[in-house]
């Protein structure tokens, strides 16, 4: 008993938890996103974010290769990533939250490994036919360059029709959404100044 108490202590004051909650903030993910990343459930990550749950190492690698860091990051009195760069192969970009305004879209993030940057830069997939999602707007900037498929972007009064090698630079305080079918593809760099999770 004593030893599990002396367990449980331990494992507050190195906050584990605290920690990963922390950077998965900061990734703009929710439970759910690292769940469906790990396979393991919102449950047991909310318990571990709490500090109810000792994670085994085989746990805690998942999650931070989910989160984009080395395992050790999580064992740092103050932890810091150290890299001024990140690199991410073809096909590796991590899935990210936007269901709530795009359910039809899934973005990749091209630069999780880097907590500290000003950009965010995503392939964005279109996974069913996208008819006109609900317009938003937000501080910042946004780049969009097409890869496959043809996209129509709804920006304020304005209906630009894009096609691939199109590119196209404008203000996200405007009100904007886009339209396209399956298969549709496109770069789009976000530039927040917020880094509120805003973008597109």
Avoid: C
């Avoid at 990963?20 to 459930?41: A, H, M, N, P």
């Avoid at 080395?70 to 810091?80: A, D, L, R, S």
């Avoid at 880097?114 to 069913?128: A, E, G, I, Q």
């Avoid at 946004?142 to 496959?148: C, K």
């Amino acid at each position: 008993m004593r030893k599990k108490r002396e367990a449980t202590d331990a494992l507050k004051e190195l906050n584990l938890g605290g920690k990963i909650r922390e950077l998965r903030l900061r990734r703009g993910f929710t439970l759910k996103d690292v769940s469906q990343l790990t396979g393991f459930s919102t449950a047991l990550l909310s318990q571990i974010e709490n500090n109810v749950v000792s994670p085994p190492i085989s746990t805690l690698w998942k999650i931070a290769e989910a989160l984009g860091v080395k395992i050790g990051y999580f064992f740092q009195e103050t932890p810091q990533e150290s890299v001024d760069y990140t690199v991410v192969k073809k096909g590796k970009g991590k899935p990210t939250a936007r269901r709530e305004t795009y359910p039809n879209l899934t973005f990749y993030s091209l630069a999780f490994g880097k907590l500290t940057r000003k950009m965010d830069p995503y392939l964005v997939v279109f996974d069913k036919d996208e008819r006109g999602s609900t317009p938003i707007s937000h501080e910042g900037e946004e780049f969009l360059y097409i890869l496959e498929g043809n996209l129509k972007l709804y920006l304020g009064d304005k209906v630009i029709e894009l096609e691939p090698g199109d590119a196209v630079y404008y203000d996200s305080r405007i009100s904007h959404s886009v339209e396209g079918k399956k298969g549709t593809k496109f770069l789009a760099v976000v530039l927040n100044p917020e880094k509120s999770g805003g973008g597109l």
